[in-house]
């Protein structure tokens, strides 16, 4: 059985792309995240000032393993 090659290139989907970088503490990975990357993280009720942090960085993306709001602060 003979397959024919592709002719035409795949076309770009629509998403963000860029290394991720995953860390265990918050202030060591604002400090370490750089523009261009995907922050992976595992921080129960993400505040303010740590999402502001991480955006200043230049982050194009963030994944949150943990709860954004746990009931323990009104959100």
Request: glycine fraction near 10%.
């Given at each position: 059985?003979?397959?024919?090659?592709?002719?035409?290139?795949?076309?770009?989907?629509?998403?963000?792309?860029?290394?991720?970088?995953?860390?265990?503490?918050?202030?060591?990975l604002v400090a370490?995240?750089?523009a261009g990357e995907?922050?992976?993280?595992?921080?129960?009720?993400?505040?303010?000032?740590?999402?502001?942090?991480?955006?200043?960085?230049?982050?194009?993306?963030?994944?949150n393993v943990g709860?954004?709001?746990?009931?323990?602060?009104?959100?």
């Amino acid at each position: 059985m003979k397959f024919a090659l592709r002719t035409r290139p795949a076309p770009d989907l629509p998403g963000v792309q860029g290394p991720a970088r995953v860390e265990r503490r918050m202030d060591s990975l604002v400090a370490r995240s750089r523009a261009g990357e995907i922050v992976v993280c595992d921080h129960v009720d993400l505040d303010r000032e740590a999402a502001q942090a991480l955006a200043e960085t230049g982050i194009v993306g963030l994944i949150n393993v943990g709860a954004m709001i746990s009931g323990r602060y009104p959100s």
